[in-house]
């Protein structure tokens, strides 16, 4: 046996951790409206599936700290902001509703384009 130690790799922050949680419940909840079709578009049914499909890949890789979790769940986050201010946009009266989620997974992509975020994963 050798006396080497064993170096533990980068541990994973508690915001990461909580991005992840979030992004995935957000995800499991789109995916199950849209298989129910509930949207208000009945023709992106497939396209929000594949989506929440890809974002939910992204999260467990993103939990293992991999480099294509990490590049999921960000574009996952800035497209999922980008979508609820498309919908704020084009919706008469306007609905404040769309922008929270909008402003809040705006500042979670923040976060996990942060360089001690992307130094975490590899």
């Not at 949207?39 to 890809?54: D, K, N, T, V």
């Not at 991999?66 to 979508?83: D, I, M």
């Not at 976060?111 to 992307?118: A, G, K, N, P, Q």
Request: hydrophobic share 55%.
């Amino acid at each position: 046996m050798s006396d080497k130690k064993l170096v533990p790799g980068p541990k994973m922050l508690p915001g990461m951790a909580m991005i992840a949680i979030f992004m995935l419940v957000i995800s499991i909840g789109n995916a199950f409206s849209a298989a129910r079709n509930t949207q208000a578009r009945p023709s992106a049914r497939y396209a929000i599936l594949a989506l929440c499909s890809l974002i939910v890949v992204g999260v467990f890789g993103f939990l293992r700290l991999r480099r294509w979790g990490w590049a999921l769940l960000a574009g996952g986050a800035f497209f999922y902001s980008l979508g609820n201010v498309v919908l704020f946009l084009q919706m008469r009266p306007r609905q404040v509703g769309y922008l929270l989620p909008a402003a809040f997974t705006l500042v979670f992509f923040l976060y996990l384009i942060r360089d001690e975020v992307r130094d975490r994963v590899h």
